[in-house]
C-alpha cells in the first residue's frame, strides 16, 4: 500500500538518537523509518529541517475556571490552535472539580467542549477538590478506566486546597488505581499571613504576589509532600518548581530513592520576580504561582531539567486577558490576591526551549525531545502512541526551521490573551509544519486542521507506576495498612 504521506531528507531526531531518514505515514501512523523510501501521495521534502516528535503539553489550563473562580481566557479552539502553532500536537489540560461538582458531570462536560473544538489531541487530568468516599471509591477508579489516569491536588488556594490527610487518602487511592497524582506544592497559611499583612499596610501592587508567595512556602510544601508520598510509597509529580531550595529537596529525595518526580516551565528560565516591579497594573502580566523567582534560581531549574531532577517542561499555560475577565477584575484598583494567577505560554514553551536550550549549546536535541515530549508520554501513560518517531507511533510530527528568527510579539500569537510576558525576545529556531496523526496541524503559518479534529487520547498507567522502584509499597508497614502496590503487581517478595 502507497504511502499516504512521506517527508523526506529531514534530520530526525528521538530522545535516544538523531538520524537521517524518510518517514512513511499510512492512516495516521508511522509506517516506514527508513533512507529512500517510496513516494507518497503528498511527498513533504524536509532539507535543512528537524524533523521532533510533536510536544506534549501535559500542564495547560485551558476553558477552566481557577482556583479563584475565573474563566481562563483560551476555550479547546484557541488554545488548541496556539499550542499547535507552537510545535505542540497533545495536550493533557485539567478538568476541575469544584467543591461540589460531580465528578462525572465535570468530566462529560470537558470532553463535550473539547471534543467541538479542539484541533489537536487532548486528554485530562481531574482536578480534585472534594475526595469522598464516593469520589475515591466509585469517580476515580472510573476516570481511571475511562483513560484519565493522572489527578492534580492543590496544597493551596481557599477553593481547592486539601490538608494532608486527604492528600494521603487521594494519593493512597491513587497508588492503589494506578494514576499519578500531581502536586500544587505551596504553604497555604504561609501565604495568606504573609498576604494579610501585607496588603494592611497597603502594599497591594502586583510585585508583591512574589513577596507574598515567598520561595520558603514552595520548599516547605515541597519537602511535605515527598514525606507524605514516601510515607505510603505513592509516586508524586511535583509541578511547575520554581525556586533553588524547591530543586535542591527533590533532587536529595530522589537521592534517596523517594518516589518523586518533577516537572518546571518556560516562566522559571525566562521570567524574574522583578518583571513584575512595573508602574501600574503592568507587573499583574507576570503574576503566575508560584511565581518566577531570581536570577539563581533560574540557574537552579536550568541545571534540573539538564541533570533529570526536573523530568518534564510544560507551559503552565494559564490565560487570562488584562482587563475585568483576568488580571484586571478592579480594573487599577485591584490588589495582587484579586488578580487572576498565570501567565501564558503553550506556543512559546517549545520555540523558547529550542533558541535557548538547544540553539544557545546548552542541550542537545535529544534532551529537548525528551524534556518536551518523550518523557510526558512515558510518564502519564501516552507511550508508545505519542511522543517519539517510531514506526506505530501515531505520526504527530513538527519540522523545525533552525535558521528562522523571531522576535516575539502578541500579535504573533494564537492565544486570546492579548499580551505575553515575552514580548520582545528574540527567537532562533521556529516550528514550519506541524503534523497530527498524520495530517496538517500548521503549514507555513496556516491552520489547516479543522476545529474538532482533535481526538480524546484515553491513557493507560504512568510509566513511573510500572516500574520495580515504585514497588516499594511492601513490609511491615504497607501490611499492618493494608497499602496495596502502585505498580499492579502481587510482589512476590
Ligand atoms: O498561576 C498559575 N500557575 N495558575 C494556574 C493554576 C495552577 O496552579 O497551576
Ligand atoms: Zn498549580
Ligand atoms: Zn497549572
Not at 507576570?286 to 534560581?297: H, L, N
Not at 528562522?404 to 528574540?426: C, K
Request: charged share 25%; proline share 5%; aromatic share 6%.
Amino acid at each position: 500500500m502507497a504511502f499516504d504521506l512521506t517527508i523526506r531528507n529531514g534530520r530526525i531526531s528521538n530522545a535516544d538518537a538523531t538520524f537521517e531518514a524518510d518517514i512513511g505515514i499510512q492512516q495516521g501512523r508511522i509506517t516506514a523509518i527508513a533512507p529512500g523510501l517510496p513516494p507518497g501521495r503528498e511527498d513533504v521534502d524536509a532539507t535543512g529541517r528537524w524533523v521532533l516528535p510533536g510536544g506534549i503539553d501535559s500542564h495547560c489550563h485551558i476553558e477552566q475556571l481557577s482556583g479563584m473562580g475565573v474563566m481562563c481566557a483560551d476555550d479547546f479552539y484557541s488554545g488548541t490552535v496556539s499550542a499547535a502553532f507552537g510545535g505542540t500536537t497533545t495536550i493533557l489540560s485539567f478538568a476541575a472539580q469544584h467543591r461540589n461538582d460531580s465528578i462525572p458531570e465535570v468530566l462529560a462536560d470537558y470532553h463535550r467542549r473539547a471534543a467541538e473544538k479542539a484541533v489537536i489531541d487532548y486528554g485530562f487530568h481531574l482536578i480534585l477538590t472534594h475526595p469522598d468516599e464516593q469520589a475515591l471509591r466509585e469517580h476515580l477508579p472510573r476516570a481511571v478506566r475511562d483513560g484519565i489516569s493522572s489527578l492534580k491536588v492543590y496544597m493551596t488556594y481557599d477553593r481547592l486546597k486539601l490538608d494532608d490527610y486527604q492528600l494521603l487518602d487521594v494519593m493512597d487511592t491513587a497508588g492503589e488505581l494506578g494514576a499519578l497524582v500531581m502536586m500544587h506544592a505551596e504553604n497555604h497559611d504561609m501565604i495568606r499571613w504573609v498576604a494579610h499583612r501585607l496588603l494592611e499596610r497597603g502594599h497591594t501592587a502586583p510585585r508583591f504576589h512574589a513577596v507574598a508567595h515567598d520561595a520558603l512556602a514552595e520548599t516547605e510544601a515541597t519537602h511535605r509532600a515527598i514525606a507524605l508520598a514516601r510515607l505510603i510509597d505513592v509516586p508524586v509529580l511535583i509541578v511547575h518548581v520554581a525556586g533553588r531550595e524547591t530543586v535542591d529537596v527533590i533532587r536529595a529525595a530522589q537521592k534517596l530513592g523517594a518516589p518523586v518526580l518533577a516537572e518546571s516551565c518556560p516562566q522559571y528560565l525566562f521570567l524574574e520576580a522583578r518583571n513584575s516591579d512595573l508602574a501600574g497594573m503592568e507587573g499583574a502580566k507576570f503574576c503566575c504561582s508560584p511565581p518566577p523567582r531570581d536570577a539563581d534560581s533560574q540557574q537552579a531549574v536550568w541545571q534540573g531539567l539538564l541533570d533529570g531532577t526536573l523530568g518534564v517542561f510544560s507551559s503552565d499555560h494559564a490565560p487570562y486577558r488584562f482587563d475585568a475577565s483576568g488580571k484586571l477584575p478592579k480594573g487599577e484598583a485591584t490588589t495582587f490576591k484579586e488578580m487572576a494567577n498565570g501567565v501564558p505560554g503553550i506556543e512559546l514553551r517549545l520555540p523558547l526551549l529550542f533558541s535557548e536550550g538547544v540553539m544557545s549549546g546548552r542541550m542537545s536535541i535529544e534532551q529537548f525531545v525528551a524534556l518536551t515530549a518523550t518523557n510526558h508520554a512515558r510518564l502519564y501513560g501516552l507511550a508508545p502512541r505519542k511522543g517519539s518517531i517510531a514506526v506505530g507511533a501515531d505520526a504527530d510530527i513538527a519540522l523545525w526551521d533552525p535558521q528562522r528568527v523571531v522576535e516575539v510579539s502578541a500579535g504573533l500569537l494564537h492565544d486570546n490573551v492579548g499580551y505575553t510576558p515575552y514580548e520582545g525576545r528574540r527567537i532562533t529556531g521556529w516550528p514550519t509544519m506541524v503534523f497530527s496523526r498524520g495530517r496538517y496541524v500548521v503549514r507555513d503559518g496556516e491552520l489547516l486542521a479543522a476545529r474538532g479534529s482533535g481526538e480524546f487520547i484515553p491513557r493507560g498507567r504512568p510509566g513511573v507506576l510500572r516500574t520495580a522502584a515504585s514497588c516499594a509499597r511492601r513490609g511491615e508497614f504497607s501490611e499492618l495498612l493494608g497499602l496495596k502496590p502502585a505498580c499492579g503487581c502481587d510482589h512476590p517478595d
